[in-house]
């Protein structure tokens, strides 16, 4: 009976956190989740304007005086050769209509001749003349039209050539302004960069300060919902408009900030035993009026001792105190003598309300 009467203590304290407590930090969680999203989106899209607030640039805006003159004569020469370009087309579809229409005329002679010749009638010799007549006509068109052609043609090749030495007078000047203006985007880019990494990097700052002081306060929800941004901000919303020595910058940052965390864990981690240490040999009676009533239900409901916080078999009956740190762990009710929880305000057999200790 003693046994299951412990049992039942214990199934008491690990439920003693009221209903109502856990859904409304499960709430408060959604809610620093939520306040993370939204935030995130905005600096977001603050991250990515960013660079608006430099003025565009183009590789025009670094060249040198006379290439404008240059670039004008290259330009002329290429309204040349796109005007050549419509004038040889317009002249080769002249010259091949002359030339279709010569042949078919071409062939209507030779029918026409060769049926002369089968009839042998000499009145037919004036026709003759004529359509000799009318089919070198034909072929002067066509020659005319040839020659019209050819002539585009040179033309074309002039405005080509030209244009092409003017592209190469234009070589070297695009070349020097090539180099400045790859330097002025790189500027640009550094400080676009160094923009973001002017409002990221505080935001960083304040989720530390945030962490450190504020993480169990009572607006517990908005400063971890802060520190999940800053973080998001910072480790990966910083990544796609990092320059190729971005990497660096975001290590380098990851680093300190790694080894800041490890070194307050590690003096942290250093009080927390020089506490327990002192807690641990203090009498029973002042280490359980230091606990928390919630503080020990939920180490207990863990399965550990609320004082040292080393495991314990709460389980066993035979157990009524911790044997890390000998604070007591379960009593008999002073009204029914039931074995019960130390912590436990009231017994859970008779209800009791527990004496002071």
């Known amino acids: 009976m003693t046994g299951a009467a412990a049992?039942?203590?214990?199934?008491?304290?690990?439920?003693?956190?009221?209903?109502?407590?856990?859904?409304?930090?499960?709430?408060?969680?959604?809610?620093?989740?939520?306040?993370?999203?939204?935030?995130?989106?905005?600096?977001?899209?603050?991250?990515?304007?960013l660079p608006q607030v430099e003025a565009d640039i183009s590789i025009e805006q670094f060249m040198d005086k006379p290439a404008g003159d240059v670039q004008q004569q290259q330009d002329q020469a290429r309204a040349r050769r796109l005007e050549a370009e419509s004038a040889l087309d317009q002249a080769e579809l002249k010259r091949t209509g002359a030339q279709k229409e010569y042949e078919?005329?071409?062939?209507?002679?030779?029918?026409?001749?060769?049926?002369?010749?089968?009839?042998?009638r000499a009145d037919q010799d004036a026709e003759l003349k004529s359509r000799t007549a009318a089919l070198d006509a034909l072929k002067a068109t066509e020659t005319a039209a040839t020659r019209a052609s050819e002539a585009e043609r040179q033309k074309l090749l002039d405005a080509q050539q030209a244009e092409q030495r003017a592209e190469a007078a234009m070589i070297p000047f695009r070349d020097a302004a090539q180099a400045r203006f790859d330097a002025a985007i790189e500027a640009s880019e550094l400080r676009v960069f160094l923009y973001r990494l002017a409002l990221t990097l505080p935001l960083l700052a304040i989720a530390g300060w945030l962490f450190a002081r504020a993480r169990k306060g009572r607006w517990w929800p908005f400063v971890w919902g802060f520190i999940f941004f800053a973080l998001f901000a910072f480790f990966v919303e910083l990544v796609p408009y990092l320059p190729s020595y971005g990497g660096y910058v975001r290590y380098s940052v990851g680093i300190i900030i790694t080894m800041i965390v490890g070194r307050w864990a590690i003096i942290e981690l250093g009080k927390y035993l020089e506490r327990q240490k002192l807690a641990e040999a203090q009498p029973e009676t002042m280490r359980r009026q230091d606990l928390a009533y919630d503080q020990a239900l939920a180490r207990l409901a863990k399965g550990v001792c609320p004082g040292c916080e080393r495991p314990v078999d709460l389980k066993n009956p035979d157990i009524d105190f911790c044997p890390h740190c000998g604070i007591g762990l379960f009593e008999r009710c002073g009204n029914c003598s039931a074995r019960k929880g130390t912590f436990s305000p009231f017994c859970h057999k008779c209800g009791a309300k527990a004496e002071p200790a």
Do not use: C, H, Y
Request: proline share 0%; glycine share 6%; charged share 15%.
């Open 104 to 120: 078919a005329a071409r062939a209507t002679f030779d029918n026409w001749v060769a049926t002369r010749q089968a009839t042998g």
């Open 7 to 49: 049992r039942t203590s214990i199934m008491a304290m690990n439920n003693a956190i009221r209903l109502s407590e856990k859904w409304f930090v499960r709430a408060l969680w959604l809610i620093a989740l939520a306040f993370a999203f939204f935030l995130i989106g905005l600096g977001n899209a603050v991250v990515g304007d």
